[in-house]
């Protein structure tokens, strides 16, 4: 009994600092672009650019490519991660945040919060968990990402960059290229990075790997299998493949493990103390990393959640602007 009680208060004090880390990244308010630029006709496919601050006028930027989290649900759209971009441009980047088609929207609920807790509603009846039991939102809540059109949307804008960069921020160099991502915006830069390594008849495959620099993850998402036996995120990467019947199926075309090696340096950045994205993810893909005869590094952040990897007030925000100059730089 003693140890049910001394486990519910680990537990309890790991929510409690978890809700403490998420409050303070999202305390900062929204940062305006320098410009913003559409590689596509629906709303949501558009680029925000933001110029580096006290550029030197001798040495062109290096660009930034961003992709926000949030379970790819339609709760969380690229305004949240605006402070962590105007962080990177004092940090001598430029930086180009890209949104992307995420999950339907449920209704908001009156007076809750502007960006909900990245839970999300478990598949009905898989292994007969409730959404509660998941540690997710009621049933009826938003449903992660789109098929395929969320990968449609990074494709696309990726693709569509290195032009949109010249004509958005010309003090920018676009062949000093790299992606970072959060959460499941981390998943989707490892997806992004590996693209001339998915199945031939996948519609975003690539002959060549991507001109970018590096990849710079931050508590990725970058094993769907081990995410779904640890419950991330409430089941958010079976709803992103369509749920149970095409899981398997869909897994080859987009989860990071299977696109090995990249060939493109890429670092994890991993909080030991998340609980939203466990370490054990971020070590799978490493460990399959090396076993395809790739390194990857892996930065793991002692006593750091999920949220200080992207909140300007956090000391582990700084390391991943270091991991990212040292691949840019």
């Keep these: 009994m003693q140890d049910d009680a001394a486990s519910r208060d680990g537990d309890d004090a790991a929510d409690a600092r978890d809700a403490a880390e998420?409050?303070?990244?999202?305390s900062h308010p929204p940062v305006d672009p320098d410009v913003t630029m559409a590689y596509g006709d629906h709303p949501d496919q558009v680029i925000d650019f933001?110029?580096?601050?006290?550029?030197?006028?001798?040495?062109?930027?290096?660009?930034?490519?961003?992709?926000?989290?949030?379970?790819w649900r339609a709760p969380y759209d690229r305004r949240h991660i605006?402070?962590?971009?105007?962080?990177?441009?004092r940090r001598g980047f430029a930086v180009a945040n890209v949104e992307y088609r995420?999950?339907?929207?449920?209704?908001?609920?009156?007076?809750?919060?502007a960006i909900p807790a990245q839970g999300g509603p478990v598949d009905p009846g898989r292994d007969g968990a409730t959404a509660s039991e998941a540690g997710g939102i009621a049933p009826g809540g938003p449903v992660a990402g789109r098929w395929p059109d969320t990968f449609d949307d990074v494709a696309a804008a990726l693709d569509a960059l290195p032009a949109l960069v010249r004509r958005a921020l010309p003090q920018a160099d676009a062949r000093r290229m790299v992606i970072t991502g959060h959460s499941a915006g981390g998943?989707?830069?490892?997806?992004?990075?590996?693209?001339?390594?998915?199945p031939a008849d996948a519609p975003w495959h690539t002959e060549r790997p991507a001109p970018l620099r590096g990849v710079v993850a931050?508590?990725?998402?970058?094993?769907?299998?081990?995410a779904e036996k640890l419950g991330v995120c409430g089941g958010a990467s079976r709803q992103l493949l369509g749920g149970e019947a095409t899981f398997a199926e869909r897994l080859p075309y987009a989860d990071p493990v299977r696109?090995?090696?990249?060939?493109?340096?890429?670092?994890?950045?991993?909080?030991?103390?998340?609980?939203?994205?466990?370490?054990?993810?971020?070590?799978?893909?490493?460990?399959?990393?090396?076993?395809?005869?790739?390194v990857v590094g892996l930065t793991l952040l002692e006593d750091v959640g999920h949220f200080p990897l992207i909140d300007p007030a956090a000391d582990a925000c700084a390391v991943v602007a270091e991991e990212i100059a040292q691949l840019a730089w």
């Design 259 to 294: 696109l090995l090696p990249t060939g493109i340096a890429t670092t994890i950045v991993q909080g030991r103390s998340d609980i939203v994205v466990p370490q054990a993810v971020a070590e799978a893909y490493a460990d399959a990393a090396a076993k395809a005869g790739e």
């Design 102 to 113: 995420r999950g339907e929207a449920a209704s908001p609920a009156p007076d809750g919060p």
């Design 187 to 198: 998943h989707l830069a490892l997806w992004a990075a590996a693209r001339h390594l998915l």
């Design 50 to 71: 933001y110029a580096p601050r006290d550029p030197d006028p001798a040495v062109p930027a290096p660009v930034v490519v961003v992709l926000h989290g949030g379970a």
């Design 218 to 226: 931050l508590a990725p998402i970058a094993d769907f299998e081990v």
């Design 82 to 89: 605006t402070p962590f971009a105007d962080f990177l441009t």
């Design 22 to 26: 998420e409050a303070s990244a999202f």
